[in-house]
Nanobody, 122 residues
Framework: QVQLVESGGGLVQAGGSLRLSCAASGSIFSIDTMAWYRQAPGKQRELVAS???????TYTDSVKGRFTMSRDNAKKMAFLQMNNLKPEDTGVYYC????????????????WGQGTLVTVSS
């Protein structure tokens, strides 16, 4: 069984910074693309950033230049450094990862964390 656990959320003033972490655990063979999604109150979940296993990143336009996603493959972790936060960044941030295990015969399946709340005050 695979688990993704996020941490690092909290309350911050506009212009501040937070660093989110996502730790994967379980009988993992490999982790392909990892991503951060967020869901603001009353809105649909949206992709914020993603990173492939070789480190290629993509970002949604609204966070480019402010957010940086990285990962540590050895520790099975992903990070989201969020700088110059804005009130519109408020939401629950979810870690997402495509993970293969021996049990899945090395096929990758999508997994989600439980989310961590980020609140940016103006």
């Amino acid at each position: 069984q695979v688990q993704l656990v996020e941490s690092g959320g909290g309350l911050v003033q506009a212009g501040g910074s937070l660093r989110l972490s996502c730790a994967a655990s379980g009988s993992i063979f490999s982790i392909d693309t990892m991503a951060w999604y967020r869901q603001a109150p009353g809105k649909q979940r949206e992709l914020v950033a993603s990173i492939t296993s070789d480190g290629t990143t993509t970002y949604t336009d609204s966070v480019k230049g402010r957010f940086t996603m990285s990962r540590d493959n050895a520790k099975k972790m992903a990070f989201l450094q969020m700088n110059n936060l804005k009130p519109e960044d408020t939401g629950v941030y979810y870690c997402n990862a495509w993970v293969s295990t021996v049990a899945t015969r090395f096929r990758a399946f999508e997994h989600w964390g439980q989310g961590t709340l980020v609140t940016v005050s103006s």
